[in-house]
């Protein structure tokens, strides 16, 4: 069945440091692909997310591309801030396009030191 | 209005109450979705809604009772939880043919300690 693999953390930067948190997925066909965060205390909210290989989804400084050939949809950014600190989700959505399970990655901890 | 509310924020409850979380959404989203998430892990999915008819139900026990008054009202009733059934419950809506480009708008979440 479909899944997602995460690079499980937790993952502790210093301010200004490059993130990359790896996302990899098997699926059947071509999905949309998410980057979900969640900071403390809070509910989910998409970061960003692309519908197509080849699409770069953006969103707060945030970047991930989605990549056909090697399944991957990786997370990055290029200065992180403590404001940055939060649990990263990567996810699909269910096969088809149908109500049902969004399936999530483990998720990472991000933990970013002034 | 882009936004899924969730109330209370908070609940405490002994394992012989009756309570009541809601949610609601004014975006036109069609379908509705219950999760419980567990610290430190990703969310669960309990109860799909669908035009307002329950349409996935992921073996939830039956302490916990769906509801959709309406197309922009979902609630959960809780009756003679368990300590382990503590965790943030979220609510989410989305599209009725949600996931393709969209994706799922959720709440903050109620955080539920069973005591």
């Known amino acids: 069945g479909d899944s997602v693999t995460q690079m499980e953390g937790p993952v502790t930067l210093s301010e200004e440091a490059f993130l990359t948190i790896n996302c990899t997925y098997t699926?059947?066909?071509?999905?949309?692909l998410f980057w979900y965060v969640q900071y403390p205390g809070e509910g989910l909210q998409l970061l960003l997310k692309?519908?197509?290989?080849?699409d770069k989804g953006s969103n707060k400084g945030f970047e991930a591309t989605y990549r056909k050939e090697t399944t991957s949809f990786h997370l990055e950014k290029g200065s992180v801030q403590v404001s940055d600190s939060a649990v990263y989700f990567c996810?699909?959505?269910?096969?088809?396009?149908?109500?049902?399970?969004?399936?999530f990655g483990k998720g990472t901890k991000l933990s970013v030191k002034p | 209005d882009t936004e899924v509310t969730q109330t209370p924020k908070h609940l405490v409850m002994g394992m012989t109450n009756k309570k009541s979380l809601k949610c609601e959404q004014h975006?036109?989203?069609?379908?509705m979705y219950w999760y419980k998430q567990k610290a430190k892990k990703p969310p669960e999915l309990m109860f799909v809604?669908?035009?307002?008819?329950?349409?996935i139900n992921e073996s939830v026990p039956s302490r916990f009772s769906p509801e959709c008054p309406n197309s922009s009202l979902l609630n959960l009733h809780l009756h003679a939880l368990q300590p382990e059934d503590s965790a943030l419950y979220l609510c989410?809506?989305?599209?009725?043919?949600?996931?393709?480009?969209?994706?799922?708008?959720f709440g903050s979440g109620t955080r539920l300690t069973v005591v």
């Open positions: 699926a059947t066909g071509y999905p949309s």
């Open positions: 692309a519908t197509k290989a080849d």
């Open positions: 989410a809506s989305s599209q009725d043919r949600p996931s393709v480009n969209y994706g799922y708008t």
């Open positions: 996810a699909l959505p269910p096969y088809g396009g149908s109500q049902g399970n969004l399936i």
């Open positions: 809604y669908s035009y307002e008819k329950l349409s």
């Open positions: 975006m036109g989203h069609r379908a």
